[in-house]
């Protein structure tokens, strides 16, 4: 039966492909799905925890995924009550087996616990005839249990991809999982085609903008991430495509407006395709750049035997010259540097005597008068009621240089004195009433 079904399928197909022209990506998918029908049926029949299910996507061709909630609810125990719908939060692990990630190619995402998850990517010729074991375990949040399965990529070499002509459109309203529906990637590849008019055309990679460094969309408005989407053709650029190229167009882009395109209007009812974005490459013009990368091996270690370790025959290696230059000759410059300087500040002081003496007298005077009107200025801070400051008074002759006695004695009482010698002659000054203690008032 098994087959028979395949023929069947791919008789279909072929009658598909030739009754309205739909290309190799196409018939790729049929065949995977054609594929895994049959390997489902498989899984019905033996254990479902430890089938396998193998796909086979082409090199250069996008690959999807779904890993269906559905299929994995049979391997968790039914909710207690009879007739309660199970609805079971479950999210989902990849990895490579034997290892703790996917490969550089495959990615994964999944938005809720209660939507199904997608891996999704394009592999490239380097990993033709290597199959990829991908490990899937599901947890269920309510029972706290697991299943899995492996999923097997066997990826197949076609010579119709890469095609030559590879154009990138970024999609602003649009989030990777809804661009990964196959309704919709379906309409946007149609819309390609009309404008673009290829005989064959195909998605090569789809990849979100958050893993292009763009940012998280506020929450409000159901704004949406965006997302990068890749196609490929076998025939040059249409001039609605080029039309981006224009000076003019790229202006506009420099100053953040929106560029003429004439074939906008073909994607606007369903898709905003933000025109600045788009990236045009042909990959027959493209110079490859050879790099001598090293083999990263497999990861493990070689094995080298037990630790060896050195001989007790080693000579010795004296270290008494690298004491002598780290330790000992920075300690013998910074000694001699410690002389000096004490030399230079200690015995070589000419002393209080030998300044004075070189030193003229009436500079002598002036030093020393100095003195004597700090020390009196400091006494007078502590007691307010005495004599007229000396400072105030020459202390000493301009010519002879002799000291001057004060105008007044030291015991001269000047408490009583005015400060202004006009206060004496004031008439009728007028006194402040005070207030005796019976509350009287007089003058």
Not at 322 to 348: E, H, K, N, Q, W
Not at 380 to 391: A, D, T, V, Y
């Amino acid at each position: 039966m098994a087959s028979v079904g395949i023929f069947v399928g791919l008789v279909v197909a072929a009658i598909v492909r030739s009754a309205s022209g739909i290309d190799g990506q196409t018939l790729a998918l049929i065949g995977s799905k054609q594929r895994s029908g049959f390997q489902t049926g498989v899984v019905t029949i033996l254990s479902k925890s430890h089938a396998d299910r193998n796909v086979y996507p082409s090199a250069g061709v996008l690959f999807v995924h779904v890993l269906e909630r559905e299929h994995f609810k049979g391997e968790f125990p039914p909710y207690p009550k009879a007739g309660d719908s199970s609805n079971d939060p479950i999210t989902f692990n990849t990895n490579l087996k034997g290892y703790p990630d996917r490969p550089g190619w495959l990615r994964y995402i999944q938005r809720t616990s209660h939507s199904d998850g997608v891996l999704y990517g394009s592999p490239t010729a380097e990993h033709v005839g290597k199959p990829t074991i991908i490990e899937i375990t599901a947890y269920n949040k309510r029972t706290f249990e697991t299943a899995r399965h492996n999923l097997v990529i066997n990826i197949m070499s076609t010579e119709e991809f890469p095609l030559p002509y590879q154009a990138e459109f970024f999609i602003k309203n649009m989030n990777v999982e809804e661009m990964l529906a196959s309704e919709v990637l379906g309409d946007f590849l149609g819309a390609v085609k009309n404008v673009w008019q290829p005989e064959r055309l195909n998605a090569i990679n789809i990849t979100s903008a958050l893993d292009r460094g763009g940012r998280v969309p506020l929450p409000i408005n159901d704004l949406k991430e965006g997302v990068y989407v890749m196609v490929g053709a076998d025939v040059p650029f249409s001039s609605c495509l080029r039309e981006v190229e224009t000076p003019q167009n790229q202006l506009r882009c420099s100053q953040e407006m929106d560029p003429v395109i004439s074939c906008d209007k073909k994607f606007r009812a369903q898709f905003n395709i933000d025109w600045c974005k788009i990236s045009l490459v042909d990959i027959t013009k493209v110079v490859p750049v050879h790099s001598n990368r090293p083999d990263p091996g497999t990861g493990v270690l070689p094995d080298i035997g037990e630790y060896n370790p050195p001989s007790e025959l080693l000579k010795s290696k004296d270290y008494f010259a690298d004491f002598l230059i780290t330790l000992a000759v920075p300690s013998a410059v910074a000694l001699v540097l410690f002389i000096i300087l004490g030399y230079s500040m200690c015995c070589r002081r000419e002393g209080l005597e030998k300044r004075n003496m070189q030193t003229p007298d009436i500079q002598l005077v002036h030093h020393s008068s100095i003195q004597k009107s700090s020390k009196e200025l400091r006494s007078m801070s502590k007691n307010r009621e005495i004599s007229w400051p000396l400072s105030t008074l020459p202390v000493f002759h301009p010519v002879s240089g002799e000291v001057v006695p004060p105008i007044h004695p030291d015991n001269y009482e000047t408490t009583s004195m005015p400060l202004m010698q006009t206060q004496t002659n004031l008439q009728n000054q007028i006194q402040i009433p005070q207030q005796q203690i019976s509350g009287k008032w007089y003058s």
